[in-house]
Structures are given as C-alpha cells and as structure tokens.
C-alpha cells in the first residue's frame, strides 16, 4: 500500500492534517476526548472503532460540520477551526459523507457538476471519474435514486473528486454495501492516491481498514485506544483497543509490542 | 509500531443515588395569595376608576386571554395558528344569535365559549394533519372562510354587522360593570384554567412536546389527543374573548371581529412576553397595551414598533421579557414545574429544576 | 355563453396568480420559509412602480425595469440578514418575523401613503381594452399579457433551474444544504439568490395587480398572500408549473363561484384551496404522498 515518497512511518515532515486536543460534545455528552491525529501527505489514514466511538463527529468536525468545544483543526499547518464547511472545501478538504447524501432530485451528472462548482485545479475532470466508473457515462443523465447502494457511493466519491481536494474525507464507505462491493471501491484507492490525494478514512470494518490504511487509530468513547501501522499491530491489540478490554493485551503477552 | 494508549478500566456508573421528584411546593401557596388579592382588587375597580380606564382594561383582558390562549397554542402543542381570529368572531357572533333569541349577551358569554369550543371539533379534524407551516395557512384560510359565509346571512347583519341587543335600558354605569366584570371573569377562568391544565398531566405531555415531539411520542405520549384538546381550550378562551369584544363593543361586525389583526396582536404579545411560559402573555400584554395607549395618537406607528419588537424579541430574546427575568431570578409565578431532589435527606439544596425546560424556538 | 367566457377569465387570472405563487414556491421549497409577508412585499413592488412613474413619468410598462432589480435586491438582503438569522433559531421564530415584517411592512406603508387605493396606469389602452369574440366572450389585453408574463417567467425560471450553475446550486442546497457545504457552496448565499428570484418575480404580480386592480397597503394579506398559498398547495409544493396549474384551478373556481353568485367569489376559491389541504395536501400534480 506504499507510494513512492509516501511517510509510511508518520513522523517527519509537515503534516496535511492536524487535529490537536479536539473536544467535542452532542448536547452535553462528550463525544471526542481531547484527540489528536497526524496524517502526512500521501498516506491513507484509517479511523476505526465501535459504533458511538465518535469516528464520524471526528470527519464531521474535520470537515467543519461540527464545531469543537475545543482543540483545534490545522490544515497545511494552518489553523482552519474556525472555517466554515464551504471554505475548508475550497482550501482542499473534500469529505464523502456517511451515508452518500447524494443531492436527490439531480441526475449523476448534476451531481458531479455541483462537486465541481468550486474545484480547484487538478487533474480530477467529470471526465476522468466517468473513466474511473466505467458505467457512469452511460447512465449519467438518471436520478440518482435510481442507482444501487454501490453505484451511489461511487457517485458521492466521484463529487469529492472533481473538487481537486487535496485531502478526502470517507466516512463509512462500507455502510449498507456488500463486502465485494465495498472492496472494489477500496480496490480503487491506489489510483485516487497516485493523482497525489491523501486519505483519511472512518471505517467500522475493521480488517478492510487494515487492508488498505498505512496507519490506523482506534477510538473508544471518544478517546484514542491504539495508533500504529497495521503491520505493527496484533488482532488480540486491535481487539482490546476496539472493545476497551483492560489489560488482556497487555498482561497475558508481554513479548509483543516491542519498541521500534 | 502499534501503541496501547490508557484503556478505559472503570465505568463511569456512579451509585445510586436517593432521589425524588416533587412538585414545587414553595410558590403556589404565595402565588395563590397574592393572586387573590390581586384578582379582588381589580374586581374593585368599578367603584374606584372612571369609565374611560375600566374600557381600557377590558381591552387588556381580552388581549391577555387571546395571548394566553395563543400561547398554549404555540408555545405548548406547538401549534402555530394564524386564525384563530375565527374563534374571536364566532365568539362574537354566538352572543348576537343568542341576544336576538332575547337572552342576555352576559348570559349568552359562557355558552358562545362552550359552543365555540364544539365548533373547534369538526375544524380540528379539517386541519389535524397539517404540520406548521401548512397547518398555519390552513387555520388562516378557515377563518378567512368563516368570514365570508357569516356575512352572507343579513338575519345577522350581513357585511356589515349590528349592534348587539339585549342591552336595553341597562343603567350604562352599571353596563360598564357587568362588561368590565365579565372581562376580568374570563381573563382570571383563562388563566386559571391554563394553569391548572399545565400542572396536570395534559400539562406534562404538553410540555413532553414542547421540547422533543419525537420523544414524547415514543414514550408513548397521547401527542395527537393533547394537542386537540389545546386547540379546543384555545377555542374556547378565543371564543369568550370574543364574546366579550361584542359585549364591549356593543356590536358586532365582520371586518372588526375577525379580522387577522387579532392574530397579530395575540402572537406578538405573547413573544414580547414570552411564549412557553404563563407569565409571559401577562408581561407582553402589559407592553402591548402600554404601546397602544401611548402610542395611539401616532394612528400606525404602534403596530410598527410591535413588530419591530416583536421581530428583535423573535430574534435576539427568544424567552421574551419574562424569559429574561426567569434566567436571572430563576423566578416562577406560576409554578408548574417538578424538582429534582438529590442527596440524603433529598433536602432543598441539593435540588435542580427538572422540568420545564424552556420552549424552542 | 357566459360560463365559457368565465372559465376563460378564470384561465387566464390563473397567470397572475402563478406571479404571485412562483416565488413563494420557491422560498418554500428551497428554504423551507413560510413568508408570510410575501404578499405585503408585491404591493411595495407595486408602489415602487407607481413612485417611479409619477416621478420619472417612464411609460407605466417599463416600470418593472427598475421595480425587479430593486426587489431582487431587496430580498437578497432580507434574505440575508433578518430570514436567515430567523431560520437559524427555528420554524416557530421564522413564521413569527415574517408575520412582524408583513404587520411593519403594512403599517409602514400606511402610515407613509395613507389607506387610499392606488392604480397603475388606469388610463391605458392595454389596462382596459380587451378583445371581444361573439358577444358575450371578452378576454381583456391586462389579463393577456399577464398570462404571457407568467408563462415567460416560468420558462424562464424554468431553464434558470435546470441549467445553470446557481440553478443546480439552488436544487442541491434544496435537497441537502450540508451536502452542498461539503461542495463549497455557501448555501447562505444560495439562499439569498432564490430569495431575490421569489421577491423579483412577485413584483411583477404587484405591478400586474396594481394595474388590474387598486392596491392598498392591506392588499398583500387580505388577497395576494391567500392567492399565492392557495395556487402553491393547489399545484403541489415543488412544481413550478403547479403554480401556473393551482393558479388556473383557483381562477376557474373562483369565477365558476361568481358565476353560481356574484358575492361568492372569493368563498368558492378558498373552499377548493381547503378542499385540497384536507383531501390532497401535497397538490395536484405531486407524485408524493405527503407534502
């Protein structure tokens, strides 16, 4: 899953992405606790956890839907906190929402058009993803309720793509899909990562997020579990972190986890 | 290399704590009190106050039930209706049938609110389904309709109404009595009445509603059935008001009765006051009357600045008045809400106002 | 002979009215707003337009050369600052200011024209000739040429819509405003671009009326507003020819009423527009099955 240039180890350089002691709250409950994440360009950055881990208000907080109590957001090293969603857009910061939020009373191709309205230059044209989705010119004039669950993903992923983000945001791209579905949709990263992307992704679907992330974060109740590449990480490591098992890992395995 | 961070190792469970929930005992024996006395010196005023004030403070009372009824409408069942002036004119209307028929129009009052109130029924079923903006239409367009047919029966002064009988060699002193009387009856029955609904279980769900209509309903909440029983409550309070408009008036007529003007007097003083709250409507009317009357002179400048107010309040004081002085007094006239007593003893100290929470905007 | 040339009427009034509704379609359906102060708004467009006249002494017709820029502005603005701040605290709040903008706006112009009715351009030939067919058929050139307006307008806005970018822009916010942040658009200012569109079209209707009727500082709630509501639940909330569509059922009814009693006109109207708010509340050319 490496590219030439690509920060595999996450420990030099500028990060693209920054969140600093990020505090965010629903209402009075805590759903992120003071977290923190690097993500260098180049890289695919997998998010996982149990459902109300807080991955998605992570995303959405990131993308500037959801405002931190506080903590704070750099993009290119520079502090977007207090940017609006269509700003943070603009600067290069595309996310697919959860659940595709396809604009439904537009066509395919409507869709990508309002993706583009406000690209920035780059390599990604309406064109170049209906070469990507081979099937989407054909049908690029149909509602998008029209399409299957796998077809609207791509779709969503495609009107993330048309802005030339810099950054691309996937929030649970594996909801609602078929497991083959979902790994030919991941299937096609390496080549949305040659165009230059980084990747940050929340994913419930733990092993396809080891397959294709170069590191992982666990989060559990809004707090950080586990960080580290997938190739340094046991499954009984992932396991406790996922679950919060207190000291399972730790105790019964004292030659694992050794230092780098 | 894979990093463990700090498991989570305790639950944040606390123990159990002793707790009750009770109802706010310390107010209501000194608001009941003090009520009284306010509602038997206003009772006095026809003996002590010329003619020219008691006609303005039967003004006041009608605005004030319309803005409680408004309130319970909006504020509580969430129910925002631009028509209920339809209520204000049947109202009306009810006591000049009633009066031709030979009755007495104060006789007539309390059974023109009852039958408004039944006539709520069928207009309930008309519009139940409706949400906010369709329902608010819909209400309007109703009492639009009911305008239109009332003034086709000239038995009943056609388009231009008639002078209400009844009145007859009535001492007119003793005329702007009864009328002054009557009006504060109906405000002091309204607001009883509202009060009383608020701190029962209707009251509860109402509240429920007010502030998560999801969530009361999944709790199993009878949403559909409290809110028509607000709506027949409101045509009822709507419908006396009315009745003493006609009586005040001593006439009735179609463009003056149901005008929609009534909407937006009842609507804005409740905001101004405060809408989800009972002292709300009585601050706002306050402020409302006080406009009119000093304000009067200017003809249309006192109905600008009520909406301009209105509008700031909407805006920037979404509590009103009163929600201003509740927040920082933490004061309730009309206490309805429950307490939650925590601690050994579950004494005074260790209590946080449970319930209501305040009305959304 | 005379029902045909009442339906005819009704037909056509229906333009007038689809002006008064297509703006008010599309603050509902892009924003959600109810603005109650909708109608008040075309009577100021209206007054414009008589202001401008007297003043300039710019032939009546071209008056709404001036009278639609400025109100695009003005509800670009509007929108902008007291709707949207209105939006963010609630439905509740934006009925309420809406019903405080139609109670100042009516007032306002009260207070500063005083409660005399006004025209526009009553002495024109196009105000009151009308072509005549056999004897009892008289389709008037106001009525025409308003009908053609409401059509231009349509298509127009129709196309605005359907192929340009802020017309995608407005469909897309309408569909999911957080969707379309996530795209870069700021949907405040989408916003204000429908809101502009709903407040310059209605002026147009103000004109109209003020032309085929007297306007008064109450005209906007007692007729245009109810009308306008009226053709827009009628039609189906979401179609912009359904304003035109619940524009012509009103007209019909309203003159098929006149025709069964010359009083009932305006009952006969609202007892369809109630008629379909309880039987068929999402309108007549909905395919939902709510509103």
Redesign the interface.
């Known amino acids: 899953m490496s590219t030439p240039g690509m920060d595999v180890k996450g420990d030099g350089g500028t990060p693209l992405l920054e969140v600093r002691d990020l505090v965010v709250h629903h209402g009075q409950l805590r759903a992120l606790d003071a977290i923190s994440l690097r993500v260098f360009p180049g890289e695919v950055y997998a998010i996982i956890g149990a459902n109300g881990a807080g991955k998605s208000t992570l995303l959405r907080t990131i993308a500037g839907l959801h405002h931190p109590t506080t903590g704070s957001v750099l993009f290119d090293g520079k502090d977007v906190t207090g940017l609006r969603p269509e700003r943070r857009a603009t600067k290069g910061i595309a996310m697919v929402p959860e659940g595709r939020r396809l604009f439904g009373s537009l066509s395919v191709e409507e869709n990508l058009k309002v993706g583009a309205t406000y690209a920035r230059p780059g390599p990604w044209t309406i064109e170049r993803v209906y070469e990507m989705f081979g099937w989407m010119r054909e049908r690029r004039n149909q509602p998008t309720a029209q399409l299957s669950g796998g077809e609207q993903q791509t779709v969503a992923i495609g009107r993330a793509l048309v802005a030339n983000p810099r950054v691309l945001l996937l929030d649970e791209l594996s909801l609602g899909l078929a497991p083959v579905i979902v790994q030919r949709i991941y299937g096609m990263l390496p080549q949305i990562l040659a165009t230059g992307l980084t990747v940050l992704l929340v994913e419930q679907d733990v092993s396809q997020a080891l397959r294709v992330a170069s590191r992982i974060q666990c989060l559990?109740?809004g707090?950080?579990?586990?960080?580290?590449?997938p190739a340094?990480?046991?499954a009984d490591?992932v396991e406790?972190?996922y679950f919060?098992?207190?000291?399972a890992?730790?105790a019964d395995r004292p030659g694992e986890?050794?230092?780098? | 290399?894979?990093?463990?961070?700090?498991?989570?190792?305790e639950t944040t469970a606390r123990p159990a704590e002793n707790f009750r929930v009770t109802r706010s005992q310390r107010n209501v024996a000194w608001t009941g009190a003090v009520a009284l006395i306010i509602v038997v010196v206003f009772a006095m005023f026809p003996y002590i106050v010329y003619s020219g004030t008691t006609a303005i403070l039967v003004q006041a009372f009608i605005v004030l039930t319309l803005a409680s009824m408004w309130n319970l409408l909006?504020g509580y069942a969430?129910l925002?209706s631009?028509g209920q002036q339809g209520f204000v004119g049947l109202g009306a209307y009810f006591v000049l049938i009633l009066a031709l028929h030979g009755f007495s129009p104060f006789a007539a009052l309390p059974v023109a609110a009852i039958v408004c109130g039944v006539a709520a029924l069928p207009l309930w079923w008309?519009?139940s389904?409706?949400?906010?903006?369709?329902f608010?239409?819909?209400t309007?367009?109703?009492a639009?309709?009911i305008v239109?047919?009332i003034e086709?029966f000239s038995s009943i002064g056609g388009g231009s109404g008639l002078p209400l009988p009844g009145f007859a060699g009535m001492n007119p002193t003793l005329l702007t009595a009864y009328t002054y009387w009557a009006g504060l009856a109906v405000t002091v029955a309204a607001l009883a009445g509202i009060y009383v609904l608020l701190r029962s279980r209707l009251g509860l769900v109402l509240t429920a509603i007010r502030d998560d209509e999801v969530a009361a309903r999944s709790s199993g909440a009878r949403v559909g059935l409290a809110r028509m029983l607000v709506f027949v409550v409101a045509g009822v309070g709507c419908g006396a008001a009315g009745a003493v408009l006609a009586i005040s008036q001593l006439q009735v007529s179609p463009t003056a009765d149901f005008s929609?003007q009534w909407t937006?007097e009842m609507?804005?003083a409740t905001?101004i006051g405060g809408?989800g709250t009972i002292e709300g409507p009585i601050i706002g009317t306050i402020v409302y009357m006080v406009l009119q009357q000093t304000l009067q002179s200017y003809?249309?400048?006192y109905?600008?600045i009520?909406?301009?107010v209105?509008?700031l309040v909407?805006?920037f004081a979404?509590r009103g008045l009163w929600g201003l002085v509740d927040e920082r007094l933490n004061l309730r006239l009309f206490p309805v809400g429950y307490w939650l007593r925590t601690g050994a003893g579950a004494d005074r100290n260790g209590a946080r106002r449970l319930l209501p929470r305040r009305a959304?905007? | 002979m005379a029902w045909v040339n009442a339906i005819i009427q009704g037909i056509l009034t229906g333009g007038l009215y689809a002006l008064f509704a297509c703006g008010l379609s599309l603050m509902?359906g892009v924003m959600?707003v109810?603005n109650?102060a909708h109608g008040d708004l075309a009577v100021i467009g209206g007054y414009i337009a008589i202001g401008i006249v007297a003043v300039t002494h710019v032939p009546v017709l071209w008056s709404f050369v001036i009278v639609v820029p400025v109100m695009a502005l003005l509800g670009y603005v509007l929108q902008r600052t007291?709707i949207q701040?209105?939006l963010d605290?609630?439905?509740?709040?934006t009925?309420?200011?809406t019903?405080?903008?139609?109670?100042?706006i009516e007032?306002?112009l009260?207070?500063f024209f005083t409660a005399n009715t006004r025209g526009i351009g009553a002495n024109l030939a196009l105000v009151t000739g009308a072509f005549t067919i056999g004897s009892q058929i008289s389709i008037g050139y106001l009525l025409l040429l308003t009908f053609g307006v409401a059509v231009a307008v349509l298509l127009g806005l129709q196309y605005f819509l359907s192929r340009s970018k802020y017309g995608r822009l407005i469909r897309a916010v309408a569909d999911d405003k957080e969707a379309a942040q996530l795209s870069g658009a700021d949907y405040r200012h989408v916003f204000g671009i429908a809101a502009a569109l709903a407040l310059g079209t209605v002026a147009l209707g103000g004109i109209a009326y003020g032309m085929y009727v007297d306007l008064d500082p109450t005209t906007g709630?007692d007729t245009i507003l109810?009308f306008a509501?009226?053709a827009v639940?009628i039609g189906g909330l979401g179609s912009l020819w359904g304003t035109l569509v619940g524009g012509v059922v009103l007209g019909v009814a309203q003159q098929i009423g006149a025709q069964i009693n010359i009083?009932?006109e305006?009952?006969a109207g609202?007892?369809v527009?109630?008629a379909v708010?309880?039987l068929r509340?999402q309108g007549l050319l909905s395919r939902r099955a709510q509103?």
């Open positions: 559990l109740e707090r950080t579990t586990l960080e580290g590449r340094d990480v046991t490591q406790a972190a919060g098992l207190a000291g890992a730790a986890g050794s230092e780098a | 290399m894979g990093t463990v961070m700090s498991l989570i190792t909006a969430g925002v631009v008309l519009v389904r409706l949400r906010s903006g369709y608010a239409i819909a309007w367009v109703l639009a309709t239109l047919i086709k929609v937006a609507a804005f905001i809408l003809n249309a400048w109905l600008i009520l909406g301009l209105a509008i909407a805006l979404r959304r905007g | 509902f959600k109810v109650l007291v701040t209105a605290r609630g439905v509740l709040t009925l309420i200011v019903l405080g903008l139609s109670l100042v007032n306002g009260l207070q709630t109810l509501f009226a639940v009083s009932d305006l009952l609202y007892i527009f109630l708010l309880v509340p509103p």
